[in-house]
């Protein structure tokens, strides 16, 4: 079944301790992202990857870092979590560079930072 | 840069038809995409619309106008499991989201 995954689905961790929430998508796209999504304020893209190794910032990427060494995996790190890090954050891939293709969600990571 | 404005809220009544409106402003067009968001859950897909026009799916149709730059979401007999929030998405250097429409159908 062709799907994103992501891991873990809630997480509860305190301020400064560092965290990875990984994604990994089984259709062999080129593109992924990732978002956060708060009230009010819908999706924003944190950092998006055309390619292995291609990664750059999106809207809101302070706080955070990627990597992208495989194409199916991109991992979301946050070194130093702080409770404004508190959020549902969403993993997407879509099959090539160009943005106008339909988006694969993941299914989403409810964060809190204590 | 991108603009996406979409109503906050709407309330329609089981078996009626709502319409939801997004209206955007972009420096390059490249066609707009509606997705479905249950409370918590991944966006999922519904239509992606380039030329002006209707385009229907079942109960869900989408309209775009590009000159005016305005599109909608017509949903037809609705149902409860439609109470969702419905996100209009613009692709350009990277797929930007309207904040959500979030439809409550009641009995």
């Known amino acids: 079944e062709a799907q994103v995954t992501q891991n873990p689905r809630y997480l509860i961790t305190v301020t400064g301790k560092k965290l990875t929430v990984t994604c990994s998508q089984n259709m062999n796209h080129e593109y992924m992202s990732w978002y956060r999504q708060d009230p009010g304020l819908g999706l924003r893209q944190i950092y998006y990857?055309?390619?292995?190794?291609?990664?750059d910032k999106g809207d809101v990427p302070e706080g955070y870092k990627v990597s992208r060494k495989e194409k199916r995996n991109f991992p979301l790190i946050l070194e130093s979590p702080s409770p404004n890090q508190t959020s549902l954050y969403f993993c997407a891939s879509q099959p090539s560079r160009d943005r106008a293709t339909e988006a694969f969600f993941g299914q989403g990571t409810r964060l809190t930072v204590v | 840069g991108q603009n996406i404005d979409q109503p906050t809220e709407m309330t329609a009544t089981e078996g009626a038809i709502v319409q939801i409106n997004c209206t955007y402003q972009?420096?390059?067009?490249?066609?707009l995409f509606w997705y479905q968001q249950h409370a918590g859950e991944a966006p999922t897909f519904l239509s992606y619309n380039v030329l002006d026009g209707l385009e229907e799916k079942g109960r869900f149709s989408s309209f775009l106008s590009r000159s005016k730059g305005y599109s909608y979401l017509l949903l037809k007999e609705l149902q409860m499991k439609d109470s969702a929030s419905y996100l209009c998405a613009v692709p350009f250097q990277k797929l930007v989201f309207g904040t959500g429409t979030r439809l409550l159908v009641s009995p």
């Open positions: 990857s055309m390619n292995v190794e291609v990664t």
């Open positions: 972009t420096s390059g067009f490249n066609g």
